[in-house]
């Protein structure tokens, strides 16, 4: 590698915004693998978003969808799998062949590769009103690589925020996400969820971004995500 790596808080851009790749840049490397991340730092982005599923044998990996099955045309549930099922599977090839062979990365692998030289906002993926278990190795998993000025940790679910923050003891920046979109319940659409926990990001749709979340947000020492 011909970069350069170099260390990175959120306290360096207080007062300034925060360029983030969404899924790694998922335009010319598979989402959310180790080659999209790695294109990041190649282009000085400075922060990446990424989603973590708890597995079946204890792990955090790095997946969107809760089924396999559009990265790699075998329809599992990602939360049924061991992690050495999950590594058989490529998630390389839905982009391209030069990506074969590319594997679904656990938070760990990420964060032992990039440690504090990106930002990270990390969405937990999780429909469960209680998850313990997610929370208490996604915190772990923070405190060892000492990334707790690195990471945002949000969701659209308000439930596995407000059992984050339990373990965390508001020690992180935490949002939640809204959207309109059908998928998520009527009563989540405009970010009441953050109701349920001590929320300082919003995370909207950017078609909800308007002057009054503006003012919303700057009243009640919020960031917009």
């Given amino acids: 590698m011909n970069y350069v790596l170099s ?3 959120f306290y360096q851009y207080k007062n300034k915004p925060i360029l983030f790749a969404h899924r790694g840049m998922n335009t010319f490397a598979p989402e959310n693998t180790i ?11 400075p922060a990446i978003e990424l989603d973590v599923h708890l597995v079946k044998s204890g792990e955090l990996v790095v997946i969107h969808d809760s089924s396999t099955k559009r990265l790699t045309n075998k329809d599992y549930i990602i939360e049924n799998l061991t992690l050495s099922e999950i590594k058989e599977l490529d998630v390389g090839l839905y982009k391209d062949e030069s990506f074969k062979n590319t594997r679904i990365p656990t938070l760990e692998e990420v964060f032992q590769i990039f440690s504090n030289n990106l930002l990270y906002d990390i969405e937990i993926k999780s429909n469960k009103i209680k998850n313990k278990e997610l929370s208490k190795k996604l915190w772990q998993l923070i405190r ?3 990334l707790e000025f690195n990471v945002i940790v949000t969701s659209f679910n308000p439930f596995a925020m407000r059992s984050f923050e339990e373990v965390s003891k508001h020690s992180l920046l935490e949002g939640i996400i809204y959207s309109k979109d059908k998928t998520v319940p009527i009563y989540l659409r405009k ?5 349920l926990f001590q929320c300082n990001i919003a995370k909207p749709e950017l078609n909800l971004i308007n002057n009054h ?13």
């Avoid at 970010?191 to 109701?195: D, F, H, L, Q």
């Fill in 213 to 225: 979340l503006f003012q919303n947000c700057e009243e009640n020492n919020m960031r917009i995500l």
């Fill in 35 to 45: 080659p999209a991340f790695q294109l990041c730092l190649e282009n000085n982005i």
């Fill in 191 to 195: 970010g009441y969820g953050a109701k």
């Fill in 144 to 146: 060892k690589y000492k």
């Fill in 7 to 9: 260390m990175r808080s």
